[in-house]
């Protein structure tokens, strides 16, 4: 799926410029394998502090990953990302990511916003706090998970019984399931087991398995970035 560079240096007709445990950019890699869109993978390590040439010419203005790149032309941030993918080759009904109902829609950007701007901030606070700060940022994080399982409630995926945009968007997260166990003593299938049966099905799917890292690995990495022990 993942196309090198052609033999005269050119690039793909699509590329993703991402770093592999990158939760906002597995969500455009499992995009892109679950809508059939071969594509040029380019690895920007992030471990490496200066951003490459490419990054800053193509996400000027936030220097960020992951950058989809088609025809050259960038598109920036990992949901801007999603929908862009879904609407340049999502095909008949059941083959789209995001929901058909414009309600049903509104719903699903306003959860993926609540993943971006509440989870992955009380992540981030949890994984680089210590003492009572960490504990209230593990609680937070925990009823934080315990409303996507109320979402979720008792249908197969976010949306219902096909795999799409919320589950695109909040699958990556999951690849830290494992830090958060770790981090926190706490056993995730207690809190929320709805959510980790969900996990289960999603991890079924080849674009999910192919993309997200292994839990300790990813952990182990987070703990290197942030310096923890
Ligand atoms: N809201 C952006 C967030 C992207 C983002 O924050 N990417 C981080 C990695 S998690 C990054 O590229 N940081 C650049 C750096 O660390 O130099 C998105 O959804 O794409």
């Not at 829609?105 to 701007?117: E, T, Y």
């Not at 192919?210 to 839990?215: K, R, S, T, W």
Request: hydrophobic share 35%; proline share 4%; net charge negative.
């Amino acid at each position: 799926m993942e196309k090198d560079m052609d033999a005269g240096g050119q690039m793909s007709e699509v590329s993703c410029v991402d770093f592999w445990c990158n939760e906002f950019g597995m969500r455009v890699r499992i995009a892109l394998r679950e809508l059939g869109v071969p594509f040029e993978y380019i690895e920007e390590d992030l471990r490496v502090r200066e951003r490459s040439d490419l990054v800053r010419r193509m996400n000027p203005v936030h220097r960020s990953i992951p950058i989809l790149i088609h025809h050259g032309r960038p598109v920036c941030g990992s949901i801007n990302i999603v929908e862009y993918i879904d609407e340049v080759w999502g095909g008949e009904e059941t083959t789209r990511l995001l929901p058909n109902n414009p309600a049903d829609r509104a719903d699903a950007r306003f959860w993926a916003d609540f993943i971006d701007h509440k989870v992955f901030s009380t992540q981030t606070r949890f994984i680089t706090s210590k003492g009572e700060e960490k504990d209230a940022a593990k609680e937070e994080l925990v009823q934080q998970l315990k409303s996507l399982e109320e979402v979720l409630g008792d249908k197969t995926f976010f949306s219902g019984d096909e795999f799409g945009f919320l589950d695109v968007l909040f699958i990556p997260f999951s690849s830290m399931f494992y830090g958060y166990e770790q981090h926190g003593a706490f056993d995730l299938e207690v809190e929320c087991p709805r959510l980790t049966r969900w996990e289960k099905r999603c991890k079924q799917r080849e674009s999910v398995s192919e993309v997200l890292p292994d839990g300790k690995f990813q952990y182990d990495l987070h703990k290197v970035f942030y310096g923890i022990e």
